[in-house]
């Protein structure tokens, strides 16, 4: 995969982890077809519950849920459920297609071909082959020998009839739901109850749902050309380009979300429907007519240091509280074997010394610079004790120790759960690390970019042993954490921060590299994972993309699924908004001044979780993610309240919020970049 920014450095040979034979990891063979089988194989994807245990949890494809359950695929467009704590969208069977007379009635699908935007599900058994592409108005059937169709529903069939050629059909329900069915050569379709079949038919049919009364006449426009498949491509910095293969006659028409539309790059060939419109979980899906589109956002710049720069009045402070941190560093009382919180605690220790160069405090860089050595490489050559990482063969990815015999050891890194969280510590440090010591970055360059590409590969040869962009979702344009587990509302994720850090880690390892081509890549989908975030788990008030009941009540979402919208957390009741709070901005960074742009929201935010500070039990750790955010708009006050704090998250510390206080300037503040031109004292 190319870039627009080119490096003349060739990527390192990866470095092979020891492999291992997880006792935990589900067989992938059952549901993928032979050809997509070989390894490796996705690990967060949109329909990751297709080929898990029994293949028959639905899965939500914009703007469908779609169940496939033994030879048969229902297809649900899905009301919403909600209240102050959590809304859904509920499945139903409003149509399930399948044959008449199937002799392997038991068979299920398999997945014959997936990409970014779509995976084609065959039941073999049927010759039916489903093209589930997301985003499509219709759900395309490809009947691939003469059979008869039968279609049921669970609702009463109101109304049923034909046009004259018996291309089109029109199906009423007592759900108030009115679906067409297109085929592209003339098929007799009759119903009996709640139950219709068809005569010996074979081609293509295409099915969807009218969203209102004026989109009919849209659909019969566009019915005749359908998407086979679609991928998208990163070749120029903070822009994707999607890219459909399509059959048929005409132009093709899909359906965007709120931030496809926010980003879409409008053109000759891209035109946006305003008005035909489908309802979604997500807000409003628009249509657009157009095989081609191109998503751009705006530029974040990655920085090691903070953006405008740290008050120069303030640095004999943050001098003192950085000689106190440093000095309590021990690579030899971490406490921890878990990957998720040694890596908190990396990541932490690598901050200072970047808060160091920022306040010309180079005098304790050497002692961060050895324990940062001491703690990552048994990590990386593999001496580390009770843990370590190893390579899995069966899906395709890096996998700890502990993970390889355990389900929940690592929060479910064995199982693929969370590795853009887990390894963007290790890459943070790693990053600094490599920007202080050149040589020992050299050194371990090839474990570094292995850790990097188990969860960000774009594709390049020499690392085919790892899916492309494990965690990061391309049509979403955020990431999943939930890995290799089926869940009825699909796949999840809690904490975009950790996602944030993640990428923007792997962005500074490119710097630290001279990668012009990783830190593009890192950049880009950093951006949108922050544009994902504050579109989707920001809920600011009055806005109107989410249940009134929700929004009044809620600042930010816990937990974002595919299906649902959740208050609560993995580890915490939605009574806890200082933890919540905290999971979204956790860990504070240069980059969180982007991610929380907004200082309106960040005051709202603010004051909604000040209440509950009161409550028993709330954590310090908590309070000084809340005190950070009240300082993007009230300095003064959140520094009081940092100062009288008695503790700390685990990968958090007085030099860091003393650093982020200090650097939030107002919009007339000049900065002072990145370099210090002469020593400052403090007595």
Not at 94 to 123: K, Q, W
Not at 651 to 664: A, H
Request: hydrophobic fraction near 40%; aromatic fraction near 12%; charged fraction near 20%.
């Amino acid at each position: 995969m190319s870039v627009a920014l080119h490096n003349n450095i060739a990527p390192p040979q990866p470095f092979l982890f020891p492999t291992v034979n997880s006792t935990v990891l589900p067989d992938p063979s059952t549901y993928f077809s032979p050809k997509p089988l070989k390894t490796p194989l996705p690990t967060n994807s949109f329909f990751q519950n297709f080929v898990l245990k029994n293949g028959d949890q639905h899965e939500y494809i914009h703007p469908y849920i779609i169940k496939s359950s033994l030879s048969t695929l229902s297809i649900c467009y899905p009301s919403l459920f909600s209240n102050s704590s959590f809304f859904y969208q509920v499945f139903i069977l409003d149509l399930t297609i399948s044959i008449l007379n199937n002799s392997h009635p038991n068979s299920t699908h398999l997945v014959s071909s997936y990409n970014d935007l779509s995976v084609t599900l065959d039941l073999s058994s049927s010759n039916l082959r489903f093209l589930l592409v997301r985003g499509s108005p219709f759900v395309t059937c490809q009947v691939l020998d003469k059979v008869e169709i039968f279609i049921t529903t669970v609702h009463a069939i109101l109304d049923f009839y034909a046009n004259s050629v018996n291309t089109k059909y029109t199906i009423k329900l007592n759900n108030n739901q009115t679906w067409v069915l297109y085929a592209d050569s003339p098929i007799k379709l009759s119903h009996v109850g709640s139950k219709i079949t068809s005569s010996p038919f074979l081609g293509v049919i295409r099915i969807a749902v009218l969203s209102n009364s004026e989109s009919e006449a849209v659909l019969d426009q566009f019915s005749s050309c359908y998407p086979v498949s679609g991928k998208s491509s990163l070749k120029k910095p903070f822009s994707i380009k999607y890219k459909w293969e399509r059959k048929g006659r005409g132009d093709l028409l899909m359906l965007a979300h709120p931030l496809h539309v926010k980003l879409l790059k409008k053109g000759r060939r891209v035109a946006v429907l305003e008005d035909f419109k489908y309802k979604s979980i997500d807000g409003d899906l628009v249509g657009v007519v157009g095989d081609s589109w191109v998503l751009k956002t705006e530029p974040v710049s990655v920085t090691w240091h903070s953006i405008k720069g740290v008050k120069e009045e303030s640095y004999c402070e943050i001098r003192n509280a950085l000689r106190k941190d440093v000095g309590a560093l021990d690579s030899n009382k971490m406490g921890t074997n878990s990957s998720y919180f040694y890596g908190k605690l990396v990541a932490r220790a690598a901050r200072f010394a970047l808060i160091a160069e920022e306040v010309c405090y180079p005098e304790v860089i050497p002692a961060v610079k050895k324990f940062l050595k001491d703690t990552i490489e048994p990590w990386l050559d593999g001496t580390f004790g009770g843990n370590g990482f190893l390579y899995d063969g069966k899906w395709g990815g890096i996998v700890t120790k502990q993970g390889s015999t355990d389900t929940t050891a690592d929060f479910g890194f064995g199982i693929y759960n969370d590795h853009h969280f887990h390894l963007g510590y290790y890459l943070y440090g790693i990053a600094v690390l490599a920007k202080i010591d050149p040589a020992w970055g050299l050194k371990y360059k090839p474990q570094a970019y292995t850790l990097m590409t188990d969860f960000m590969n774009l594709g390049k040869k020499q690392y085919s042993k790892y899916p492309r962009l494990r965690c990061f979702d391309l049509w979403k344009l955020h990431s999943w954490a939930a890995g290799l587990t089926e869940f009825p509302d699909g796949r999840n994720q809690e904490s975009t921060s950790e996602a944030v850090n993640g990428y923007y880690a792997a962005a500074l390892m490119g710097l630290a590299y001279g990668d012009t081509h990783l830190v593009a890549i890192g950049s880009t989908i950093l951006a949108m994972e922050i544009q994902s975030a504050q579109t989707w788990w920001h809920v600011r008030q009055g806005d109107d993309l989410y249940p009134e009941d929700f929004t009044k009540e809620n600042r930010v979402v816990g937990i974002l699924w595919a299906n649902k919208r959740d208050s609560a957390l993995w580890f915490a009741p939605a009574e806890s908004r200082e933890a919540r709070l905290g999971i979204q901005l956790l860990p504070l960074l240069p980059t969180s001044e982007v991610l929380f742009s907004d200082a309106k929201f960040a005051r709202e935010l603010v004051e909604w979780t000040e209440p509950v500070l009161a409550r028993k039990g709330v954590g310090e750790g908590w309070k000084g993610f809340l005190y950070a955010l009240e300082g993007i708009y009230d300095q003064n006050s959140a520094l009081k309240r940092i100062k009288k704090l008695k503790g700390y998250d685990d990968g958090n510390s007085l030099s860091n919020l003393l650093w982020w206080i200090y650097s939030r300037r107002g919009k007339d503040e000049g900065s002072h970049g990145s370099f210090c031109l002469y020593n400052h004292y403090c007595h």
